[in-house]
């Protein structure tokens, strides 16, 4: 298990500049918006406006921070985003635009080589002790808010908010969650 720190992620522009994305971790190490395998990244959304088309990407958007946006993804009805909602997995070679329901907003995106990998996002509650069944694949563990304590074979992890644990090659194992926190657990696997 690697723990990576929130202080620590990378900051960059958007793909269409109208914006700043805070990279979280990326696959292979490195690996610029054009040819990433898998991609997790937190972005804020100050305006209305278009969003960066990804080729051959799928994605998959949550809220994190603010009141929400209305999406408007090319072949689909709009859809009202907001921290209640479940994650949205959609194409992200789609057009897509958003309009803000009330000032700027925080999402996690988590985004996939269509052909390659397969991604799930999945919200987590935890008050009190959780144990989490993993499956097949990699697994990320983003504390969005609170804290968390991670117990995996033995070993002890803290994440604070915004932290993330990436759990490579899970083979199926348990883990048990303990604190107070809300987080999203990424289950990331090859095709």
Same mark, same amino acid.
């Not at 793909?15 to 696959?27: L, P, Y």
């Not at 972005?43 to 990804?54: E, R």
């Not at 694949?137 to 117990?151: H, T, Y």
């Given at each position: 298990?690697?723990?990576?720190?929130?202080?620590?992620?990378?900051?960059?522009?958007?793909?269409?500049?109208?914006?700043?994305?805070?990279?979280?971790?990326?696959?292979?190490?490195?690996?610029?918006?054009?040819?990433?395998?898998?991609?997790?990244?937190?972005?804020?959304?100050?305006?209305?406006?278009?969003?960066?088309?990804?080729?051959?990407?799928?994605?998959?958007?949550?809220?994190?921070? +603010?009141?929400?946006?209305? @999406?408007?993804?090319? &072949?689909?009805?709009?859809?009202?985003?907001?921290? *209640? !909602?479940?994650? $949205?997995?959609?194409?992200?070679?789609?057009?897509?635009?958003?309009?803000?329901?009330?000032?700027?907003?925080?999402?996690?995106?988590?985004?996939?080589?269509?052909?390659?990998?397969?991604?799930?996002?999945?919200?987590?509650?935890?008050?009190?002790?959780?144990?989490?069944?993993?499956?097949? +694949?990699?697994?990320?563990? @983003?504390?969005?808010? &609170?804290?968390?304590?991670?117990?995996?074979?033995? *070993? !002890?992890?803290? $994440?604070?908010?915004?932290?993330?644990?990436?759990?490579?090659?899970?083979?199926?194992?348990?883990?048990?969650?303990?604190?107070?926190?809300?987080?999203?657990?990424?289950?990331?696997?090859?095709?």
């Amino acid at each position: 298990m690697r723990i990576l720190r929130a202080s620590d992620y990378k900051r960059m522009p958007w793909k269409n500049g109208g914006g700043e994305t805070v990279e979280i971790t990326v696959s292979p190490e490195g690996a610029g918006l054009a040819d990433f395998d898998w991609r997790v990244s937190m972005a804020t959304v100050a305006t209305d406006g278009p969003f960066s088309v990804f080729p051959g990407i799928d994605r998959t958007l949550s809220i994190l921070e +603010g009141e929400g946006m209305t @999406l408007f993804i090319e &072949g689909h009805e709009p859809v009202l985003l907001t921290q *209640e !909602s479940d994650p $949205l997995p959609f194409a992200a070679d789609a057009p897509t635009s958003a309009t803000l329901v009330d000032g700027a907003i925080t999402d996690l995106n988590v985004m996939t080589r269509r052909g390659r990998y397969v991604h799930s996002v999945k919200r987590r509650a935890v008050d009190g002790r959780m144990e989490l069944q993993l499956h097949t +694949g990699i697994a990320l563990l @983003l504390c969005d808010q &609170g804290s968390l304590r991670i117990d995996d074979s033995g *070993e !002890s992890f803290s $994440l604070s908010a915004r932290d993330c644990a990436v759990i490579g090659e899970t083979g199926g194992r348990r883990i048990v969650l303990s604190g107070s926190a809300g987080a999203f657990l990424i289950e990331i696997k090859a095709t």
